[in-house]
């Protein structure tokens, strides 16, 4: 079984400043990690995964995430943010061993940009 | 390519009335899901699919039933709505499992009364 679980539910930032979104893990078995985002009254779109290649994860918009296997943590960071950051994010945790089909998201932290 | 769509893209019910919710996509994926949305919750996955003509149960699968007849398209029924019911409710494929990516549709929001 595998769990996730996001600190903050709304975090804000400044325009310009560092975004740090927190992600931890559960999981029995080595896991797959990614991040999505919710656009307003849109669905999900995939940020960055990791799948057991290199533990620095680049992904789209300028986002990157560190898996830490000792901290069992996979945040999602932003040098720099941007108004059009402002979206809900979400943390998802898959096992990869054979048959594990499901993907399990966390309840998501709303990012808001203060001008 | 139009991706993942869903239809309708809204609903509102009685308590006890019944609807389909239609996903389907182009882009010939074999695995498919139902997750439903909501507030402080996240997304919670309800069916899906592995391919066609196969279904499995997700974390919340009472209340709702699914068929996937046609490898684009996965059904999502409810025989009896209640007012529990009312969320959000977001379709997704990928090609197969673990790695990939799940790609999603806009979603329905549905009300039951």
């Known amino acids: 079984a595998q769990s996730v679980t996001q600190l903050g539910s709304h975090v804000s930032v400044s325009e310009g400043a560092l975004v740090l979104l927190r992600c931890n893990y559960s999981?029995?078995?080595?896991?797959?990690l990614f991040w999505y985002v919710q656009y307003p009254n849109q669905g999900l779109q995939l940020l960055l995964k990791?799948?057991?290649?290199?533990?620095l994860v680049k992904g789209i918009n300028g986002f990157e995430a560190e898996f830490k296997k000792s901290e069992t943590s996979f945040h999602l960071t932003k040098p720099s943010a941007h108004m059009s950051d402002a979206a809900e994010y979400f943390c998802?945790?898959?096992?990869?061993?054979?048959?594990?089909?499901?993907?399990?998201f966390g309840t998501g932290t709303r990012l808001t940009i203060i001008p | 390519n139009a991706g993942v769509t869903q239809t309708p893209k809204f609903r509102v019910l009685k308590t006890g009335q019944s609807m389909t919710l239609l996903c389907a996509q182009d882009?010939?994926?074999?695995?498919m899901y139902w997750y439903r949305q909501d507030p402080g919750m996240g997304l919670r996955l309800i069916h899906y699919?592995?391919?066609?003509?196969?279904?499995a149960k997700g974390e919340v699968p009472d209340g709702y039933n699914v068929s996937r007849l046609k490898k684009q398209n996965f059904l999502l029924g409810l025989e009896s709505a209640a007012p529990s019911q009312t969320s959000v409710y977001f379709c997704?494929?990928?090609?197969?499992?673990?790695?990939?990516?799940?790609?999603f549709g806009p979603g329905t929001r549905l009300t039951v009364l």
């Open positions: 997704a494929s990928s090609y197969t499992r673990s790695t990939d990516t799940q790609y």
């Open positions: 999981s029995s078995v080595p896991p797959y």
């Open positions: 990791y799948t057991s290649a290199a533990t």
């Open positions: 998802a945790v898959r096992g990869s061993n054979f048959g594990n089909e499901k993907l399990t």
């Open positions: 882009m010939n994926h074999e695995y």
């Open positions: 699919s592995v391919g066609e003509g196969t279904t």
